[in-house]
């Protein structure tokens, strides 16, 4: 017996938006889920586990796998539904149980997700028996998926499937089976690290951010709650009895008259114009906002949707859903909502709003660099600038995708959307069968079932008992085990030149141009990005390797230059992420970008000798490495050259190219395959 109890709901500090989508989420599971965006350590989890505790026991089928309800058909599996129907549940046979929340590990296979084939039952007695899977457990309780955004595309895509429809279906090795899987979704994120697809975001039905809590009271008493609650459990959550049991019985009423809350058509018109007026894609939105509407009124005890309910539904369903660039900033315009309500929007002109798309178009092409003049740049001009200068991003070089999408012959672990390789991770794609090395049932349960039997059935003692319908005879050597393909991405280490000379002639905007360029699709083939920045007599890795997009813009703007040219130090730290990232064998293809005009000043030994030393160590290593060379003087050094040869690298030098324009690095780029037209 456990005497653990769950940090009281109620005891959570501020906080409002989350708990609200929590507990309306709870009335009502249709409305979709919710996802909770926010830094570590601000009570995410906390929040989910102290839901638990709020809800009411549920009444299942004692011993069925699927937390069948008794009394409902549609909330019941096959089995339980022909004993519904002829009425022969036996009273010991149903119990009462505690909702729970059933955690979704992110390294889950689909197999384990869904359920799987009992294969030790399938080869050994000839029955085709089900393993349940995850959803089979979280059904009618809570599923919580931690980090979300580092969930398995492929895992992902099942269980949102199964939360949007209520019913989890497996189809695997000739067994077709579907259960009831309703549960509350709930997903929790850190940004840093790494953003969800679009196509996933739109699946959760609301979304908060976690507020930063600036009160000095209010952080206090946190620190006093924590404290308490671990001095001692049961006397903290006592003192919330009161308040837990208010909530509780609140939600409990919510759910009772949920059902009979109406929304008026005028009601239905404004959703609809919120969703058109925020360019909403598809319908999910005004769908959620409905429901979530009709949950707020329940909540608060009413049978009728009022507007500030789908105001407050408005904000917390259209936040993930609006239409922004990766590196744009997510936020609700609560005046145009009031807008809508309060007659006071005005009809747009569309001329008009053509004519400031036109203007704005003219001001980023009045921002382009010009880059006419970088031939005709001297000795003199090339004098290394120790005054600090930031420079902005050139927007206006524009990338369509990100390349290669090549082949690898090792195997690797799966890791992204971009390169395929074999794999003998569980959550590669089945691609047809091989002879193991040796198997275990204990240990290797990855069998392929179809290849196993063909193996077994060309056996000659198998023959006659296929012919007389007898069970076939399946030895060790006939099994084979699944062979699978994954996909990987790239870990593209940006080791970018920020010394003086990078700032002449506005080099850098160009360099950061480049780089947001890349970024712009990064997320959608889950490709890592690491900053290295060298500059005076240093190298820095200003961002570690992350999926965060959004927070590599934000380091890139802060990019500044000046001082002297420290490369090998710069090689050396983006070696080292290299080299860390392939010993963790996490799957990701580390690819190093060097931006530079290599005017190397700074060296231990000399300034040459130096920077081959390391590149003979990267190519020792088989990083795969790009060098690009904005080295503009009439008396060149030439280094990149001499660096491209022994690290084996692409190299690309900006005159290479016909025109001299803000187009120049990308085009580089597109040479060399990173970059891809659009067709």
């Known amino acids: 017996m456990t005497h653990y109890k769950p940090f009281p709901f109620t005891a959570i500090i501020e ?17 979709g889920g919710v996802l909770i965006k926010g830094t570590k350590g601000t009570a995410k989890t906390t929040a989910v586990r102290a839901l638990a505790d709020l809800l009411p026991e549920i009444r299942i089928v004692k011993n069925c796998a699927f937390n069948c309800n008794p009394d409902n058909l549609k909330e019941a599996c096959h089995d339980c539904q022909k004993k519904i129907l002829d009425g022969s ?43 349940p899977g995850i959803l089979a457990e979280a059904n009618r309780n809570i599923l919580y998926i931690d980090e979300v955004n580092l969930l398995a595309d492929n895992v992902a895509d099942v269980l949102l499937d199964s939360a949007a429809m209520g019913i989890n279906i497996i189809e695997r090795e000739g067994i077709s089976f579907h259960h009831p899987s309703n549960f509350i979704l709930i997903g929790t994120m850190n940004p840093e690290e790494g953003n969800l697809r679009p196509q996933l975001l739109d699946r959760f039905g609301l979304s ?21 609650y671990q001095e001692d459990q049961s006397s903290f959550y006592h003192k919330f009895e009161e308040e837990q049991l208010k909530l509780s019985q609140q939600i409990v009423q919510a759910r009772e008259i949920l059902k009979s809350v109406t929304i008026s058509d005028r009601a239905l018109k404004k959703i609809a114009e919120i969703c058109i007026a925020f360019q909403t894609d598809g ?60 007659g006071e929007k005005e009809e747009e002109d569309p001329k008009l709003e053509e004519k400031n798309l036109q203007n704005n178009q003219s001001d980023m092409d009045n921002q382009s660099i010009d880059f006419n003049d970088l031939n005709q740049l001297s000795n003199d001009k090339m004098i290394y600038n120790t005054k600090e200068e930031k420079f902005q991003i050139n927007k206006s070089i524009n990338v369509d995708k990100i390349l290669p999408n090549n082949k690898k012959r090792e195997t690797m672990n799966t890791s992204g959307q971009r390169i395929s390789h074999p794999t003998h ?23 392929a079932l179809n290849e196993t039997l063909n193996n077994a059935a060309v056996e000659p003692e198998n023959r006659n008992a296929l012919n007389n319908n007898r069970k076939i005879t399946i030895k060790e050597e006939n099994i084979q085990t699944k ?33 947001f360029s890349i970024l712009q699709k990064n997320y959608i083939y889950r490709d890592k990005v690491s900053l290295v920045v060298f500059r005076k007599d240093q190298a820095e890795t200003i961002l570690p390797p992350t999926r965060s997009v959004d927070l590599a813009y934000k380091l890139l703007k802060e990019i500044p230059t000046g001082g002297t040219t420290p490369l090998v130090a710069g090689l050396i730290k983006a070696m080292d992420i290299s080299l860390e990232e392939t010993r ?16 190397n000043n700074v060296c231990i030994h000399d300034s040459i000798d130096d920077v081959l030393k390391v590149g003979e160590e990267i190519a ?3 990083t795969e490495m790009i060098i690009i060379d904005t080295e503009h003087s009439d008396v060149r050094l030439e280094l990149c050259k001499k660096l491209q040869k022994s690290t084996n690298a692409i190299y690309y030098h900006i005159e290479n190219l016909e025109d001299l324009n803000q187009a120049k690095l990308q085009k580089i780029l597109k040479i060399e395959g990173i970059l891809e037209r659009n067709i």
């Open 283 to 342: 319908h999910r939105a005004d769908i959620t906002i409905s429901r979530t509407a009709k949950t707020i009124a329940a909540f608060n005890n009413r049978l009728t949707v009022e507007d500030k309910d789908i105001k407050e539904a408005a904000k917390l369903a259209l936040i993930h859903r609006l239409r922004r660039l990766p590196f744009e900033d997510q936020n609700i315009d609560d005046s145009k909502i009031d807008e809508l309500f309060d």
């Open 15 to 31: 906080q409002k938006k989350m708990k609200l989508a929590l507990i309306l989420n709870a009335i009502n599971p249709k409305i």
């Open 620 to 622: 020792k290593n088989k």
């Open 89 to 131: 549940f036996a009273p010991e046979q149903i119990e009462y149980k505690k909702m729970q929340v059933i955690n979704l590990p992110i390294n889950s296979t689909e197999d384990r997700v869904v359920g799987s084939i009992n294969m030790k039952d399938a080869l050994m007695k000839g029955i085709k028996s089900l393993d």
């Open 584 to 599: 963790k064998k996490t799957g990701y293809i580390p690819l190093i970008i060097l931006i530079t005009d290599a005017r």
């Open 483 to 515: 062979r699978r393909s994954g996909k990987s991405s790239y870990l593209i280490i940006f080791c970018i030149d920020g010394s003086g000379s990078m700032g002449v002639n506005k080099k850098m905007e160009a360099v950061k141009g480049v780089i």
């Open 425 to 447: 991770s569980n959550r590669g794609k089945y691609i047809g069968g091989q002879s193991p090395n040796s198997f275990k049932f204990s240990t290797n349960q990855d069998i």
């Open 208 to 228: 908060v951010d976690i507020e930063r809590i600036e009160d000095v009271d209010q952080r206090i008493l946190i620190i006093k709650y924590s404290e308490e």
